[in-house]
C-alpha cells in the first residue's frame, strides 16, 4: 500500500532563517505531488505541485520554493522566512491530478 | 477554472443529531467532488467522493453526501452525530476535462456537543 511521510511534525524558526521541509512517498511510481499550506480560517492553498522530476508548478507567488529531486520525494524551501509564512503545510500526492488525493501530516511552522 | 464555496465555517450540533454541512461549487464542465475530514493537527483524511454513477455517496462511518447538478451542490450529512465527529470538513472539486488539481472549500468546523 501506498503511504506518505511528511517531516517534522512542527518547527519553530526565526524570521529570515532557511527552511526544508521534505516528503516522501512509499509504494507508488510517478506520483503527483503537491504543497498546501493551510492558515486559519482560510482553507488549503494549493502553493506548488509536480506531475515528474523536475516539473514544478507554482500556483502563489512568495518567498517559497519546491523541489523534487527524486520521483518520490518533494521538498518545500525558503531561503529567508517572513512571519507571514507561518502555517501548517501539508504535502499530498495524487494518481491523477483531478481525482482524490492523499495527504501527509503535515509540519506545523512557527516563524518568531 | 472551478471554485467551491462552503457556505459555514463552524456548525454546533447535539449528539445523536442530524447534522448537514453545505457545499456548493462552480464549473463549467464536469465535475468530481470530494469531502475530506481533517482532525486536530493532522493532514486531510479522505471521507467520499463523487466521481460518476449514482449520486448518493456514503463512508464506511454513516456520512453521506448527494451530487446535485441542477444546484451545482453536494452536502454532506449524517443523521446522528457522535462527540468523534468534532473535526473540520473540506468540500473540493476538480475538473473532468482538465488535468487541474483539486481546488478546496475554506473547511467547515463542525463541533458535536455533549
Known amino acids: 500500500s501506498q503511504t506518505i511521510h511528511q517531516w517534522p511534525a512542527t518547527l519553530v524558526q526565526p524570521v529570515g532563517s532557511p527552511l526544508s521541509l521534505e516528503c516522501t512517498v512509499e509504494?507508488?511510481?510517478?506520483?503527483?505531488l503537491y504543497w498546501y499550506r493551510q492558515a486559519a480560517g482560510r482553507g488549503l492553498q494549493l502553493l506548488f505541485y509536480?506531475?515528474?522530476?523536475?516539473?514544478i508548478s507554482s500556483e502563489v507567488p512568495q518567498n517559497l520554493s519546491a523541489s523534487r529531486p527524486q520521483d518520490r520525494q518533494f521538498i518545500l524551501s525558503s531561503k529567508k522566512l517572513l512571519l507571514s509564512d507561518s502555517g501548517f503545510y501539508l504535502c499530498a500526492w495524487s494518481v491523477n491530478m483531478n481525482t482524490e488525493a492523499f495527504f501527509g501530516q503535515g509540519t506545523r511552522l512557527t516563524v518568531v | 477554472a472551478q471554485s467551491v464555496t462552503q457556505l459555514d465555517s463552524q456548525v454546533p450540533v447535539f449528539e445523536e443529531a442530524p447534522v448537514e454541512l453545505r457545499c456548493n461549487y462552480s464549473?463549467?464542465?464536469?465535475?468530481?467532488l470530494f469531502w475530506y475530514v481533517q482532525y486536530p493537527n493532522q493532514g486531510l483524511q479522505l471521507l467520499l467522493k463523487y466521481l460518476s454513477g449514482s449520486t448518493l455517496v456514503e463512508s464506511i462511518n454513516g456520512f453521506e453526501a448527494e451530487f446535485n447538478k441542477s444546484q451545482t451542490s453536494f452536502h454532506l450529512r449524517k443523521p446522528s452525530v457522535h462527540i468523534s465527529d468534532t473535526a473540520e470538513y473540506f468540500c473540493a472539486v476538480s475538473e473532468m476535462r482538465e488535468n487541474t488539481p483539486l481546488v478546496f472549500g475554506k473547511g467547515t468546523r463542525l463541533s458535536v456537543i455533549a
Open positions: 509536480s506531475v515528474g522530476i523536475g516539473q
Open positions: 509504494g507508488t511510481s510517478n506520483p503527483n
Open positions: 464549473s463549467s464542465v464536469s465535475v468530481y
